[in-house]
């Protein structure tokens, strides 16, 4: 798709979309078909947002970090290590990567251990005190997004659930930290993912999403809480109001079926259908862990059944998908059929 119609792409906004659905329609009924045919079965009825990330198929996620995801921030690490790795990330030549991909989306981690985060908050000093450096000066996503959007490409965000095992008070004054990124990136946000996102009320969930949204009330939202799709019903609270179904995975890929002796299907969640892994031998680290022809097939698999995966690649420290990654994600863009590009 040329780059003019890329820009036309996302000039279709989510009001858009609530219009085609119908005037005044909050929410749309997707339908799930078995295989091939045309059985139907209904689902949850969905936030029509979640439309895009829909026919987006496929798209790419990373972990960019001060440490090797899943360890602990090495000791030697300091704020002024962190601002020099981010300063050096080249936005221009990993949206060039992106654009040559035909990638939908990207996501990029926020932060996630120690309050490292790629990103300024003056509301994170003034309520836990100064980051000697743990906020960058450089705001990494908001770079990004002026880069990526006007490609077509849509900007998203991992972040932990700040703040999930705390007081109340405590938990307010994250959401005050969330509120003013998600107010300062505005709608150039398309979505975001919740590590660990499992709170202990309905009231909590609302006051977080509240925050997540105060930027773009139509970003979308997926609260991790760990779970696989095992039935008719994904294994979440049913307090949990993400938008789509935050499906991480590590050693094992979900494949749909139908039971014989009961006409159970899998592949039935409660939110927009939507799987993440990582592509290498661990979340962005290692040389590609799948043959191009699993992995594909998997992907295609899963947009069979109007799903989406979202695959973790690593990165350079200065921003760039390796050469082993790049040339297997060329492969799967040319084999998907993306309707949006």
Same mark, same amino acid.
């Given at each position: 798709?040329?780059?003019?119609?890329?820009?036309?792409?996302?000039?279709f906004?989510?009001s858009?979309?609530?219009?085609?659905?119908?005037?005044?329609?909050?929410v749309?009924?997707?339908n799930?078909c078995?295989?091939?045919?045309?059985?139907?079965?209904?689902?949850k009825?969905?936030?029509?947002?979640t439309?895009?990330?829909?026919?987006?198929?496929?798209?790419?996620?990373?972990?960019?970090?001060?440490?090797?995801?899943?360890?602990?921030i090495p000791?030697?690490?300091?704020?002024?290590?962190?601002?020099?790795?981010?300063?050096?990330?080249?936005?221009s030549?990993?949206?060039?990567?992106?654009e040559?991909l035909?990638?939908?989306?990207?996501?990029?981690?926020?932060?996630?251990k120690?309050?490292?985060?790629?990103?300024?908050?003056?509301?994170?000093?003034?309520?836990f005190?100064?980051?000697?450096?743990?906020?960058?000066?450089?705001?990494?996503?908001a770079e990004?997004?002026?880069?990526?959007?006007?490609? $077509?490409?849509?900007m998203?965000?991992?972040?932990?659930?700040? !703040?999930?095992?705390? /007081?109340? &008070? =405590?938990q307010?004054? %994250?959401?005050?930290?969330?509120?003013?990124?998600?107010?300062?990136? $505005?709608?150039?946000?398309?979505?975001?993912?919740?590590?660990? !996102?499992?709170?202990p /009320?309905? &009231? =909590?969930y609302?006051? %977080?999403?509240?925050?997540?949204?105060?930027?773009?009330?139509?970003?979308l939202?997926a609260?991790?809480?760990?779970?696989?799709?095992l !039935?008719?019903?994904?294994?979440t609270?049913?307090?949990?109001?993400?938008?789509?179904?935050?499906?991480?995975?590590?050693?094992s890929l979900?494949?749909?079926?139908?039971?014989p002796?009961?006409?159970?299907?899998?592949?039935?969640?409660?939110n927009?259908l939507?799987?993440?892994?990582?592509?290498?031998?661990?979340?962005?680290?290692?040389?590609?862990?799948f043959p191009?022809?699993?992995l594909?097939?998997?992907?295609?698999?899963t947009?069979?059944y109007?799903?989406?995966?979202?695959?973790?690649?690593?990165?350079t420290?200065?921003?760039?998908?390796?050469?082993k990654?790049?040339?297997?994600?060329?492969?799967?863009?040319?084999?998907?059929?993306?309707k949006t590009?």
């Amino acid at each position: 798709m040329s780059k003019m119609n890329r820009r036309n792409f996302l000039s279709f906004s989510t009001s858009s979309v609530a219009i085609a659905l119908g005037a005044g329609s909050s929410v749309i009924k997707v339908n799930f078909c078995h295989g091939g045919d045309m059985e139907r079965e209904s689902a949850k009825m969905l936030n029509p947002n979640t439309k895009w990330l829909r026919e987006a198929k496929w798209g790419v996620f990373t972990h960019y970090l001060p440490h090797t995801p899943g360890e602990e921030i090495p000791g030697h690490m300091t704020g002024k290590m962190w601002n020099k790795k981010v300063n050096s990330f080249k936005v221009s030549e990993l949206g060039d990567q992106l654009e040559a991909l035909n990638a939908p989306y990207f996501f990029i981690t926020l932060g996630q251990k120690a309050d490292y985060y790629c990103s300024p908050n003056s509301s994170f000093e003034k309520l836990f005190g100064p980051s000697k450096g743990t906020l960058t000066e450089r705001d990494l996503v908001a770079e990004l997004a002026a880069d990526l959007i006007p490609r $077509g490409i849509r900007m998203c965000v991992y972040l932990p659930a700040l !703040g999930h095992g705390d /007081s109340v &008070e =405590m938990q307010a004054m %994250y959401q005050q930290v969330i509120t003013e990124w998600s107010e300062r990136w $505005g709608e150039s946000i398309s979505a975001w993912w919740i590590d660990e !996102g499992v709170f202990p /009320s309905p &009231e =909590m969930y609302k006051a %977080y999403t509240n925050a997540f949204k105060a930027g773009n009330k139509d970003a979308l939202i997926a609260y991790n809480n760990n779970k696989v799709v095992l !039935g008719r019903r994904q294994a979440t609270s049913a307090a949990d109001p993400g938008d789509y179904y935050a499906g991480q995975r590590t050693w094992s890929l979900p494949v749909s079926s139908v039971r014989p002796f009961d006409k159970l299907k899998f592949y039935m969640p409660e939110n927009q259908l939507h799987f993440l892994t990582f592509t290498g031998t661990s979340w962005g680290t290692g040389n590609p862990r799948f043959p191009d022809n699993l992995l594909i097939g998997w992907v295609k698999h899963t947009n069979n059944y109007r799903g989406t995966i979202s695959l973790d690649v690593p990165l350079t420290d200065s921003g760039i998908i390796p050469e082993k990654h790049f040339r297997q994600m060329t492969v799967l863009s040319k084999k998907i059929n993306n309707k949006t590009h």
